[in-house]
């Protein structure tokens, strides 16, 4: 069974950084592409970054470029997400999500994936 499960989030202040993490288990870590996306209240999911398995290539939206940065782990079977220079837009829930197979390329759509973690808070304040 795919599990994932973030943490790392919490309250910080404007200018602040955070890193968050995703522990993957149920399959070949490494095997398939992780996608990193929030979803502020009232507002649809959206992706922020992308890790793609075999190159480690990366995708990052244009809200958070040069702010944020993917890493993994393989040892630790964890995928990271550092977010650095927050500022309020930053505000909204985080969850890590990959395919359900591994033949499946990561997209920017969040129906794109069949598993997600439960999600976890990251609040931006000035």
């Known amino acids: 069974q795919v599990h994932l499960a973030e943490s790392g989030g919490g309250s910080v202040q404007v200018g602040g950084s955070l890193r968050l993490s995703c522990v993957v288990s149920?399959?070949?870590?490494?095997?398939?592409?992780v996608a990193w996306f929030r979803q502020a209240p009232e507002r649809g999911r959206e992706a922020v970054a992308i890790?793609?398995?075999?190159?480690?290539?990366?995708w990052y939206a244009d809200a958070v470029k040069g702010r944020f940065t993917v890493t993994k782990n393989n040892l630790e079977r964890t995928m990271y997400l550092q977010m650095d220079s927050l500022n309020a837009a930053d505000t909204a829930t985080y969850y890590c999500?990959?395919?359900?197979?591994?033949?499946?390329?990561?997209?920017?759509?969040?129906?794109?994936?069949?598993?997600w973690g439960q999600g976890t808070q990251v609040t931006v304040s000035s």
């Open positions: 890790m793609f398995m075999g190159n480690d290539g990366t």
């Open positions: 999500s990959t395919t359900s197979h591994p033949s499946l390329g990561c997209t920017i759509a969040a129906d794109s994936y069949a598993y």
């Open positions: 149920g399959y070949t870590f490494g095997s398939r592409c």
